[in-house]
């Protein structure tokens, strides 16, 4: 009996996105299915990840078959949140935007309990 054996597989390692780091909230569950608001979703993800002003926030994207897509999760700053939302009110299929985003507590920007 004879084996071949060839060179191993090389394995692709992702780069770091630029942006936030986002997860996504689609009908069939975590993965990405071929509904309408799978797609807005899909689409509002891939933005916010490629953004560098978004970078150190945490976001979570879900979009209603309505074409509500609510922001979840944590951003660095109000500038931040500001572009999250921009990016998302401006994808197309994205009908209103629902913001729950909230400052990161440590960031120099959150508001202070004076």
């Known amino acids: 009996m004879t084996v071949a054996l060839g060179a191993p597989a090389a394995v692709m390692a992702e780069a770091p996105?630029?942006?936030?780091?986002?997860?996504?909230?689609?009908?069939?569950?975590?993965?990405?299915?071929?509904?309408?608001s799978d797609l807005?979703?899909?689409?509002?993800?891939?933005?916010?990840?490629?953004?560098?002003?978004l970078k150190g926030a945490n976001i979570n994207v879900a979009t209603s078959d309505e074409g509500v897509v609510t922001l979840?999760?944590?951003?660095?700053?109000i500038t931040a949140q500001r572009e999250a939302?921009?990016?998302?009110s401006t994808t197309a299929?994205?009908?209103?935007?629902?913001?729950?985003?909230?400052?990161?507590?440590?960031?120099?920007q959150a508001p202070t309990r004076n």
Request: charged share 15%.
């Open 17 to 36: 996105s630029p942006g936030a780091r986002t997860t996504g909230t689609y009908s069939s569950g975590d993965a990405p299915g071929t509904t309408r």
């Open 40 to 53: 807005v979703t899909s689409n509002v993800r891939a933005q916010l990840a490629g953004d560098r002003a």
């Open 72 to 77: 979840t999760g944590s951003v660095p700053s």
């Open 85 to 88: 939302v921009e990016i998302a």
């Open 93 to 108: 299929g994205a009908a209103v935007v629902n913001n729950q985003l909230r400052l990161i507590y440590a960031s120099p």
